[in-house]
């Protein structure tokens, strides 16, 4: 978990339960959450009352493997996903504030929006449901909603790349170490990389 960019906090679970999230989180008095596909976090947010962000950095790499899988129908989606991204990189070159980047979205990222979703529907009439087209495009419409969210706040991010850069060194490393000894050993390790990804 990151909170306001700041400070890191990692939780180690013996499983994948919304009772994880839900424990961690109770209390949280923010506005937004925002997560990768993982279903939990729609129960989450829901029981928190409030909104609920998607990552495009997770819908975009679904596109990306159908396209390096031979989807040729993927590269204009992918196309138009770096047009947000250009926006987002010219707003924090030009050090908008959050009102001018909701600005630049409202202008700029909503109209690539609007493309973005009709050529992802128009592809999934035809792409087969269970092939790495018609999954991305499942992805990316049944998250819809969260995945245009970030346009109503300048403050809010279009990915949550931020966690996905600190969990990082820790999904490498336990490929060579395989296992925490224990849960309590997990529960240090996690207290260790708390601190150390804060800093």
Known sequence: ?????????????????????MEVLQGFTGDYLQSDGYEVYNHVSGQL??????????ARRK?????????RQAGPVIELI???????AEAKENGLDHAQIK????????PILNQIKAAIEEISKSALPKAGLGKACAYALARWEQ???YCDDGELQIDNNIVERSIRPVTLGRKNWLFSGSEDGADFAAAFYSLIETC
């Open 147 to 149: 995945l245009t969210l």
């Open 1 to 21: 978990y990151i909170g306001d960019r700041k400070w890191v906090w990692f939780d180690w679970q013996p499983g994948r339960a919304r009772s994880g999230p």
């Open 49 to 58: 009352h409030v909104g609920h962000l998607a990552c495009w950095a997770h």
């Open 103 to 110: 600005e630049a979205r409202k202008s700029g990222s909503l």
């Open 63 to 71: 596109f990306v493997e159908a396209y390096e899988s031979g989807s």
């Open 82 to 88: 770096a047009g947000l991204y250009r926006i987002e």
